[in-house]
Every structure is written in structure tokens, then in C-alpha cells.
């Protein structure tokens, strides 16, 4: 089992800045791949990136995010940060947190069905 905790959510403003942190316990070390993803109220989880951690830390990002918001890992720490600048109403959602146990391939990255574990997820709210 893996556990994974959610933090860093809240108020911003338009064009502001949050970081969002993941922390993973329990089998954490067979995380292979870590994501976020987001729902905004009406609307369906989509992938916003995703990062792993059993090598080079290759990232992928959803269209919408590139250029904002970066990924990054600490392993020592068993967190996943993601920074999220120049945040949009658009942004507003809540944040999840996802951990697969496979190497997953890039063109898995987006589907969240591949992902075992979840977190509680964390509110992020962007007023203008």
C-alpha cells in the first residue's frame, strides 16, 4: 500500500503562485510514477502532470499547464512538489495526487485509470 497526502492548496489570486506537495509513505519506494490531477466542479478528473521516480525524472504536462506549472521530485523526502505560477480561473479545481506502481510509458501518463493510488485531494481556488 502507498499513502499519499496532499498539501499546499488554497486562496490565490489571478496570476499568483502555489505550491502543491505530495508526500508518499508506506511502499512508497514502488511508486514508480507520480501524477497530478484535478477536477473542477461539473467537470471530469483530468491529468495536469505527472513525473517519474525510478530514474530520470521525466515529466509531462497537459497542454494547458506548460509553461506554469513544473514538476519536480524529492526522493529523500518521498514528495512530489508542483509548482503552479501564473495561475488562472481556469486552475481552480481540486488537486490530486496519483501513484502507480508500474513504469508507466509517456502515452500513459493522462490516464488515471493506471494509477493505484490516490490521495484526499487539496482545493485550489483562483479568485480574480
Known amino acids: 500500500q502507498v499513502q499519499l497526502v496532499e498539501s499546499g492548496g488554497g486562496l490565490v489570486q489571478a496570476g499568483g503562485s502555489l505550491r502543491l506537495s505530495c508526500a508518499a509513505s508506506?511502499?512508497?519506494?514502488?511508486?514508480?510514477?507520480i501524477a497530478w490531477f484535478r477536477q473542477a466542479p461539473g467537470k471530469e478528473r483530468e491529468f495536469v502532470s505527472a513525473?517519474?521516480?525510478?530514474?530520470?525524472?521525466?515529466?509531462a504536462y497537459t497542454d494547458s499547464v506548460k509553461g506554469r506549472f513544473s514538476i519536480s521530485r524529492d526522493n529523500a523526502k518521498n514528495t512530489v512538489y508542483l509548482q503552479m505560477n501564473s495561475l488562472k480561473l481556469e486552475d481552480t479545481a481540486v488537486y490530486y495526487c496519483?501513484?502507480?506502481?508500474?513504469?508507466?510509458?509517456?502515452?500513459?501518463?493522462?490516464?488515471?485509470?493506471?494509477?493505484?493510488?490516490w490521495g484526499q485531494g487539496t482545493q485550489v481556488t483562483v479568485s480574480s
Open positions: 513525473i517519474t521516480v525510478w530514474s530520470a525524472a521525466n515529466t
Open positions: 508506506g511502499r512508497s519506494a514502488s511508486s514508480s510514477t
Open positions: 496519483a501513484a502507480s506502481t508500474r513504469r508507466l510509458g509517456s502515452g500513459n501518463y493522462y490516464r488515471d485509470i493506471m494509477y493505484a493510488y
